[in-house]
């Protein structure tokens, strides 16, 4: 009951601050829209017919990364206007507090990823309507914005104000997108770069709902092996979190 309660607070602190849904999701947009036309040309010599749902799987998990990043700045809002300390000395168990907060991350980011899907429609992109994809998608938005959001909540608790908060995430955010399948195949990739974007575990994130979506089944052992890995870092994540949130209850 009290982490539904804190989702609550927070879901109303969000639509209290709608540009944090607004700024949020416009980059990916412009993304789908302009960079797709674009480059999609130039793409169709690799054999990529349709670019824009080639790249609508990383532009997903970019909407990801923008909404949980906004979810740790509500730690900086709510603390300007008080709640966060009163909410922090209140007879509520820390991981109720996490959770709550975590939980509303995931939420948005599910709200903007169907704006996203919705708007790649007119683009002739084709979502897979067939149950085991939907619930594939579904398990992989969840883990990788339950993951990104503790983590954001993790280092929004360690510093001091909102500037540094947004430097350290794009310096978190960008190399993590760009070093991986998000824009271009990544098959003929050699070297160290090959090493850093097969060690990101955004890049099968992004494999796998592009294979989903490209081809309208699922790879079940790879599906599995992505859901396994988002797992146990959404669990270190979560400990952190905990770990940050109790960190302040001492200062």
Known sequence: MDTMTILYRNIKLRFNNLFTIFITILQPILWLVLYSTVAGETMKNTGIENYTAFILPGLIVLV????????????????????????????????????????????????????????????????PLNLPSIISIILLIFMTAFFMASISYSISLTLPNEMIYETVMNAIVLPLFFLSSALFPTEEIRGLLSILVKLNPFTHVINALRFIILNGNINIKYIIFVLILLLVLSSISLLLAIKSLKSQTKL
Request: hydrophobic content about 55%; charged content about 10%.
């Open 64 to 127: 990801i990364f923008a909404t949980c990043s906004s979810s740790g700045m509500m730690n900086y809002i709510m603390k300007n206007n008080g709640s966060f300390y009163r909410i922090l000395i209140a007879p509520v168990k820390r991981y109720s507090i996490v959770l709550g907060q975590i939980l509303e991350g995931v939420l948005c980011s599910f709200f903007e990823v169907g704006i996203m899907i919705l708007i790649s429609l007119l683009f002739s992109i084709i979502i």
